[in-house]
């Protein structure tokens, strides 16, 4: 049977410190305690000095979909600048089929050198002539390349969609930046964030939240025009 003693510098709970190991057998916490109560002959030790152990954490809204993206798929996130961003999506590129568009996400336009959103200009750079569409780390603002903007079928007379809006150079034509519903014309087009996550890439991508302590969520999943919590 797995059996092991998992000693820190203190246990917390939330009636406070509760000693400073916890006996776990099979997977599951059978006690609570001091070290030097718990201990006995043939039990194994895990030892975490300077650590705290804490109950499993909830989050209470969490986006399950978007989280499996950011961990399967193109994620710029802690780019430095557009040469480290380019060097992102082009190694995505080389993987990726020629044919599908390159999505990404956690784009951080306030971290990088830059200061600014990269534009379709910047974009073709990277790839030139491929889709491509990063979202900002928000969700409520996307930049898309001139391909994704010609597969979205958006051109210069392209009007701003209700709640949202097209960013457009001097001569009225999408400089790339999409805000709010803007994204999602341009995004159901390509698959947005999550249209082609297969069942094992979000499953394997729950199963990382235990690493950050995470063990219950409350799911915000898009259903149509609602939204589904659940545990």
Do not use: K, Q
Not at 18 to 38: F, K, P, T, W
Not at 186 to 209: F, I, K, M, N
């Amino acid at each position: 049977m797995n059996e092991v003693l998992v000693v820190a510098d203190r246990v917390r709970t939330a009636s406070g410190i509760a000693g400073d190991a916890v006996h776990v057998r099979a997977g599951r916490v059978v006690a609570v305690g001091r070290a030097e109560d718990l201990r006995r002959p043939g039990l194994a030790e895990d030892r975490y000095r300077g650590s705290t152990i804490v109950p499993g954490l909830g989050d209470g809204h969490f986006h399950p979909l978007g989280h499996a993206a950011s961990v399967v798929r193109l994620n710029v996130a802690g780019v430095a600048d557009f040469d480290a961003l380019a060097d992102r999506v082009r190694v995505s590129a080389s993987s990726t089929p020629p044919d599908r568009p390159l999505i990404g996400v956690r784009l951080d336009e306030e971290g990088m050198a830059e200061g600014r959103l990269p534009t379709r200009a910047d974009l073709d750079a990277l790839v030139p002539g491929r889709s491509i569409l990063l979202y900002r780390y928000c969700g409520h603002i996307a930049v898309a390349s001139t391909a994704a903007l010609e597969e979205a079928g958006v051109g210069p007379d392209t009007a701003d969609p209700p709640g949202g809006s097209f960013d457009r150079e001097m001569d009225g034509r999408p400089n790339g930046i999409l805000r709010e519903t803007a994204a999602a014309v341009v995004g159901d087009v390509l698959g947005g964030r999550t249209g082609d996550l297969e069942p094992d890439e979000l499953l394997a991508a729950l199963r990382s939240l235990v690493a950050l302590g995470i063990t219950r969520i409350c799911a915000m999943v898009s259903m149509g025009s609602d939204t589904f919590c659940g545990i």
